[in-house]
């Protein structure tokens, strides 16, 4: 398997490759431009988040859907996809459909994602493409799983799902599935599967994407994952050179430090030292997190930008006036305005428009006395507001954010990212 999985990657221009400190890894056996493809591939299973309003082949939506007659619960556009699909489908459909008669249930999209896995690993042998090496259980079993590090509530959760997987799949008469090996795939969807989007990089699904699953992450990544359909795409947002690792994001590159290493080790269980995480001074000694956090100097007749000490981190300069303060209590001041940020998001759950756009206002407003305007903080701020002013059609306001928005994004993201894209393209259709 690994040979013919070699053999493949080599003729995309990639090779397997192994690190200490990162497992398996992904390289650039020749040099890929900007915009390339590097790599694309179906996915081993994928479910959508909302059936009834795509089609469950092609995840294409305005158009005309025909329900499964049996099930009811996945639709198609056409009889070209659901035949592609009544492989996987004529098994879930017997599943899906006693589950609900016998106990009034649907599956939630991970509950789905496992049985079609579970399906699909029983067929392999009788399907077509079982001999393709980019398509087989064996890559999937080759995923961490990082069962050993997974807290023990979380695994009761799991072991809870597993058995209720379980009951679900004896529906479909496929055999007996272990308990123990459905725990194990929950633990490796955690850190392996990826969120599918639509163009608009909206989430659409989720799938399991084992070559693709290889490439490990970095906080300032070389590719970014995109999607046409359920099919997976990994484009180069930088010229990569032969002999560098292939890497991808895990996590909102709009996060600060401190959020994107909290959230890596806890889903992913790794201390990311990527050259954002870890930075080096540059020669007038400014990280560059110093330039994207954007703290200005408490001292309110100075607000000038504040440094990371060089010799002690955990204090922070004024460029301006040289004063020092801690960074625990900038940052601690920062959260102290969590609540507005809670209070705008739960109001904007409940469609409560006006209230969030109060509590975003005031949170903009105390994030001034704090942050420069394209501080990386600000980006949510920016983004909710720019999202509450376009649902209450204030054009004007909306645009405004969208500006300001932007100023972070371009410190963010690459050139070449989709996300910068698509405000320039928010921006230009307010414009309009
Ligand atoms: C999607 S897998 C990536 C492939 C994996 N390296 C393998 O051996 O199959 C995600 C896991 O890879 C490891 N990983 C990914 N990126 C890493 C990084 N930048 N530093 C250390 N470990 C990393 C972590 O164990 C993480 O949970």
């Known amino acids: 398997m690994a040979d013919a999985l070699n053999l493949l990657l080599q003729v995309r221009g990639l090779k397997l490759g192994m690190l200490p400190t990162k497992g398996r890894c992904l390289f650039a056996a020749r040099r890929f431009l900007p915009g390339e493809a590097v790599l694309d591939q179906s996915p081993y299973a994928s479910a959508l988040n909302s059936t009834g309003k795509r089609c469950d082949g092609c995840y294409k939506e305005d158009c005309k859907l025909q329900e499964c007659s049996l099930c009811k619960s996945v639709w198609y556009c056409s009889k070209a996809c659901q035949e592609q699909e009544q492989v996987i489908h004529k098994y879930e459909c017997k599943c899906l459909s006693m589950l609900m008669a016998e106990k009034g249930r649907e599956l939630t999209p991970s509950l789905r994602l496992m049985l079609r896995l579970l399906i699909r690993k029983c067929l392999e042998k009788e399907m077509a493409d079982s001999v393709n090496p980019f398509d087989a259980y064996e890559l999937v079993e080759l995923l961490p799983t990082h069962f050993e590090e997974t807290s023990e509530q979380q695994l009761i959760l799991y072991a809870q799902m597993a058995n209720l997987l379980r009951i679900t799949y004896n529906y479909g008469e ?82 600060n430090t401190l959020t994107r290493l909290q959230n890596l080790k806890l889903q992913y269980f790794f201390n990311c030292v990527c050259p954002r995480c870890l930075p080096k001074a540059t020669s007038d000694k400014m990280l560059d997190n110093d330039h994207m956090e954007g703290f200005l100097c408490p001292i309110p007749k100075c607000k000038g930008l504040l440094i990371t000490n060089q010799e002690y ?87 405004v954010y969208c500006h300001k928005a932007i100023k972070v994004y371009e410190r963010v993201y690459l050139p070449n990212h989709p996300l910068l894209g698509l405000q320039h393209y928010t921006c230009g259709k307010l414009e309009w």
């Open 313 to 399: 981190s955990e204090k922070m300069l004024c460029k301006t006036c040289g004063k020092e303060t801690d960074k625990s209590k900038v940052l601690d001041k920062l959260k102290s305005f969590d609540c507005y940020l809670d209070d705008g998001l739960r109001h904007l759950s409940i469609g409560n428009l006006g209230r969030a756009k109060q509590a975003f206002e005031k949170l903009d407003q105390v994030q001034t006395s704090l942050l420069q305007k394209s501080s990386l903080h600000r980006i949510k701020t920016y983004d909710n507001l720019l999202k509450i002013c376009m649902a209450m059609e204030d054009w004007v306001s909306a645009l």
């Open 174 to 255: 496929l055999g007996n599935v272990d308990i123990k090996e459905i725990t194990h795939n929950f633990c490796r969807f955690a850190c392996n599967a990826h969120t599918i989007t639509d163009a608009e990089l909206r989430p659409l699904g989720i799938g399991l994407y084992p070559v693709i699953s290889i490439i490990n992450h970095s906080c300032q990544p070389n590719c970014i994952l995109l999607f046409e359909g359920k099919k997976a795409y990994v484009r180069a947002i930088q010229e990569i050179s032969e002999g560098m690792e292939v890497t991808l994001s895990y996590v909102d590159l709009g996060d």
